[in-house]
Structure formats: C-alpha cells, structure tokens
C-alpha cells in the first residue's frame, strides 16, 4: 500500500536478531558473551541465601529452540513469519507515516518498497499475523508516536503470542536515508521478556503446592521499549493461570516459564532481600508459590527483576532464569513468606480437649523447665503429669501438628498464649531428631530440634 508519494524505489532488507539479554550482562561486551553461548557455558550471576529463600539468578547457554515443556504447543521465539513495514518521513516521535506495506513471509534481503529521502525512520512489526494491524495508522497524518503507543490486552500469557501461539511479537527500526538498491539493515528484538523458574523445598512440606505468576501489565505494547522511567505509566495488573506444582521435593527443580510484557517499576533504594516483598511497588511482578495444608498455606512472593534486592524492572528482550529453594523462616522477618489461615471444617479430627494455660512449675511439678520453656521430651513428661480443675495427672498430652493449628485457629477462645513456637508431638520424617511446631502469631509451621526449648499447651481426648 503506497502513500500518495511516487517517488517509491527497490531495497534490500535484512534483519538480525538480537540474542537475548540477562541480569547482569551489560558488563560483558557482545563478543565475549556470543561466546559464552556458543561455548554452552551456564553463569550463576547471583546467589543468596538469606530467611526463606536461597536463590540464585542463571545466565544460560543460548538455545533458541529449546524451550520449556508447554501443554500443547512449541513457541519458536527466534521465527519471523510475518511483517509490517512503516517509513516515516524524519525521526522524531511526531514524524508522519508515510508508506506501510504487510508481507507474508521473510526471507534474509528480500526487496521492499520504499520511498526516497533525507533522516527517514523504517520500522518493522514482525508477527503481527494480521493484515489489518495498520487500520487505526493512517498515511500522512499518523505519527511514529501513534505507533508507540499501539499495544494489545493482556488476560494470560496467551494473548502475546501470535501465529496461533507459535512466535512471539518483534520490532526493530533503521534511521538514515533512503535511496534506490540500498541494504536497509535492521536489528529486531523480541517485544518481551521470558522468565524461567525452577523451583524445589528446602525444610518445608506441603500436602500440596501451586505457581502462579502476578501482577502482569494488562498491555503489550508491538515497539520494544526500554526506558529509565517507569514503563507502562498506567496499568491494571493481572494473574497468569495458577499450575498446579506435582511432585514437589527437596532434590529436583520443578521448572516454569512464562513470556510476560515489559513491566519496569523502578528501583527501590535500601531495600534487602528480606524487605523485598514488603517494599516492592503495587505493580511489579512475581511469582507466588503455595503451600497448601488441612488449616494454613505457606505463601512465598517472589518479585522478578533484575537482582534479589532493589530492582523490579522487566526489560523487553530478556531472559530472567531463577533458581529457588524455599525455607520456612524461624525468625519471621522475611517478608517474602507468609502464612495464611482459611475457613477450615474438619471431620476427621476427633474432639479433644484443651488445656487452659500453658505448663509451668505449679501444674507439672517436678519437671526440668526454663522460664516456662521445655525440651521435647520434657514437654512430654510435662503433660503427663499436668493437671488442672481436677482433670489430674496421666489425662494430658501433648498436641499433634493438626491439633496445634487447629488451636492456633481458634485461640482467641482458648485462652491466652505466649508470642512463640509451641511443641507438636509429631516428628519430622524426614529427620526424627526435630519436631514440628506452630507459632501462635502467625501460623507458621517449622521442625525444629528436640533439644530447643518451647513453651507446651496440653490436651486431653475427649
């Protein structure tokens, strides 16, 4: 489609494609990381452990074609399938669209039509597959700028891909002059980021686990922006589909990836590993996983950018790989884990009875304490010879892990409890040297070792 403009000539067009970036790569020059890929050299770029996470940020080899398992279908992100062509008459944002042509196919200096001229902007939009993409750019009084701005809506990781879910939207530009039988060579990059996650359990378990990624723009836009400033201004942020997490354990990664638009939310100076979920901007992304019990879930945000402390940004063109190994955090300062109670209704528990106060030397005489604290096994000795309103010694135990969070749940009619861990009965199978226990502030749920000392709240069966 010719503008009014006849002063159309014959090009050459040829276009390559940027590899894609990673945190922490624009240190190394071009060369030198070509050849970190094409040697197939894996990069830990970042590692921490710190509270409930140890994790690590990977720089991997370069293999375009060689993506994540998905459900049913192969996205090549390296494929150009299709393109539209747009020439501006200067290279300012307010310069006029003055030519726009769709082709079908690509292949490396194929001619194109275009219209001679002095500092003139030639843009490519790849993998559009759509001929009527260019309706709302009018010839002559469209504007780079209206271009800037074109974007699609965003519900799930489907609606950035195109081709029917087989490539991803691209874009790349050349400026300068345009004459007959000149090559216009134009670099293209992918208009989104890609974020691998591979997750496994440190000390934590879970009858069963979820992933989900949130807090995605609701738009994509077809120019691949990076920009200092906050990128987009204005969005209403979504959640991708939760997946389901089979197979959870502590010695294999479970891995996830998802294409997600530009989302640039800044920095946020001072802020430490611990303090990131706490102060992350309203609309960063991360991604949550749940672990899910009979009363409580043990929910861990991990915000994406480009480091595990003051960065939130999503750049277009770049791969975030994440390796993650999640603890519970005893000291309860990191705010990237958190437990949450829901309305639970259990028929399988049989009814117990519960204690009115907590052990101590009055009504468990004889019984090795410290400031009303006990070891395990003196816990046990403590309820054992607990007694109280005339419910005497040898009709007390202590509680099963359900049991205790059951407590937890409806301690405001129990009674008052201490600020801390409370002893379960239960072992940790996997290390029968711990016990689980329940915090009465906040749910959590940690294995600690028989030899730590805690505060005990008795039951009786009923």
Not at 10 to 19: A, H, P, Q
Not at 115 to 140: C, H, K, M, Y
Request: aromatic share 10%.
């Amino acid at each position: 489609m010719e503008s009014p403009l006849t002063e159309t000539v014959d090009v050459k067009l040829g276009m390559s494609l940027e590899i894609p970036r990673t945190p922490g790569a624009e240190s190394k020059a071009t060369n030198a990381r070509h050849e970190l890929y094409r040697a197939g050299i894996t990069r830990v770029i970042a590692s921490e452990l710190t509270g409930a996470l140890l994790a690590e940020l990977i720089e991997e080899p370069l293999d375009e074609r060689s993506l994540l398992p998905r459900q049913t279908r192969a996205v090549n992100d390296s494929q150009i399938a299709n393109l539209w062509v747009f020439q501006y008459n200067d290279t300012g944002a307010d310069a006029r669209l003055i030519r726009k042509d769709y082709y079908t196919s690509y292949s490396t200096g194929m001619n194109i039509k275009l219209i001679t001229g002095i500092s003139q902007r030639v843009v490519v939009v790849a993998n559009t597959s759509d001929a009527t993409f260019s309706e709302d750019l009018p010839l002559n009084s469209s504007t780079f700028q209206s271009l800037l701005d074109k974007s699609t809506t965003v519900s799930d990781e489907a609606d950035l891909l195109t081709n029917g879910g087989h490539n991803l939207p691209m874009s790349g530009m050349f400026t300068g002059n345009i004459a007959d039988g000149i090559l216009v060579n134009i670099p293209m990059q992918r208009n989104v980021s890609k974020v691998n996650f591979r997750v496994k359990t440190g000390n934590v378990t879970a009858d069963n686990w979820t992933i989900q990624l949130c807090n995605v723009p609701d738009k994509s836009y077809w120019m691949a922006q990076r920009e200092d400033a906050t990128f987009p201004i204005s969005v209403t942020p979504v959640s991708y589909t939760e997946q389901a997490v089979n197979g959870m354990n502590t010695t294999t990664f479970k891995e996830f990836s998802w294409f997600v638009p530009v989302n640039r939310r800044g920095t946020v100076d001072g802020t430490t590993s611990k303090q990131r979920a706490v102060n992350a901007p309203a609309e960063a992304t991360y991604v949550k996983v749940t672990g899910s019990k009979r009363v409580t879930n043990t929910v861990y945000t991990i915000h994406l950018g480009m480091n595990f402390t003051t960065d939130y940004n999503l750049d277009p063109n770049y791969k975030y790989t994440y390796q993650v190994t999640l603890y519970t955090d005893p000291c309860e300062t990191d705010s990237r884990v958190k437990m949450e109670s829901f309305d639970y209704t259990d028929n399988e528990t049989p009814w117990f009875g519960v204690a009115t106060e907590d052990c101590n030397s009055n009504n468990a005489p004889g019984v090795v304490l410290s400031s009303n604290r006990y070891t395990w096994n003196n816990a046990a000795l403590a309820c054992a010879v607990y007694s109280q309103d005339g419910i005497g010694a040898g009709s007390w135990r202590l509680p099963t892990q359900w049991e205790l969070m059951l407590m937890w749940i409806y301690k405001g009619e129990l009674g008052s409890f201490t600020s801390s861990y409370y002893w379960s009965i239960d072992e940790n199978s996997s290390n029968t040297n711990n016990v689980w226990c329940v915090h009465f502030i906040n749910g959590t749920t940690f294995n600690f070792s028989k030899a730590a000392i805690y505060p005990v709240r008795c039951v009786r069966d009923l």
